[in-house]
């Protein structure tokens, strides 16, 4: 609470330095990749679950720009599709499986960030709300909501923002994961790479 109510008076003490703001649509691709830590199996089925490779997620929404002479903010409202896989190593044997985890979320990025023409230097915390839950072959207990953060650089021609981001994780989705009714410890976080794409309509 106290992270929104400093992000309100800035922005307000921002709008005294003659702010100009924007706003326009988003959308992007990324790749996505599941994080799996401190897993214990406490030797049951699945004896050690890997990363898999990156995987391509979607997301689309809208963002707010409020530009000063010294920087910008720029708060973004995003829907996200990110489709990930783990590779599950069963016990006592070299075979592997794969498990897939796909969620739905919304993403409500803050960032800050400089502008030198028009290159676009930017980080800041991002939100992410799950609104679905985990669909594929296994389950979880997945969070309601995690935090993270971006950073990235762009390029704004006119009215078209071109940007690259790296966006990582501050809290895991999971503490565990429940494969054929057989709950493991795990931490969970996931990272993308993003390549998105904006548009000013005013």
């Not at 330095?17 to 089925?45: E, H, M």
């Not at 829907?79 to 896989?85: A, E, K, L, P, Y």
Request: glycine share 8%.
């Amino acid at each position: 609470m106290k992270k929104w109510i400093l992000a309100l008076v800035l922005t307000f003490s921002l709008g005294s330095l003659q702010a100009q703001l924007d706003f326009g649509l988003r959308a992007g691709v990324g790749l996505a990749k599941a994080g799996i830590s401190d897993f214990n199996s406490a030797q049951q089925a699945i004896e050690d679950i890997e990363d898999a490779e990156r995987e391509l997620s979607y997301h689309a929404g809208i963002y707010f720009k409020i530009k000063t002479p010294v920087l910008f903010i720029q708060p973004e409202v995003i829907f996200s599709q990110v489709s990930q896989s783990v590779n599950a190593q069963q016990s006592g044997t070299t075979a592997k499986r794969s498990l897939e985890l796909d969620m739905s979320r919304v993403d409500i990025p803050l960032l800050i960030g400089k502008q030198f023409g028009p290159l676009r230097l930017m980080a800041g915390p991002v939100y992410s709300a799950n609104i679905s839950d985990l669909s594929g072959n296994i389950d979880s207990d997945l969070k309601s909501g995690t935090f993270g953060y971006q950073l990235g650089l762009g390029f704004e021609i006119k009215k078209l923002l071109i940007d690259v981001r790296y966006e990582g994780a501050f809290s895991p989705w999971a503490s565990n994961l429940i494969v054929d009714q057989t709950e493991y410890q795990v931490d969970l976080r996931t990272s993308q790479i993003l390549v998105c794409l904006g548009f000013e309509l005013f």
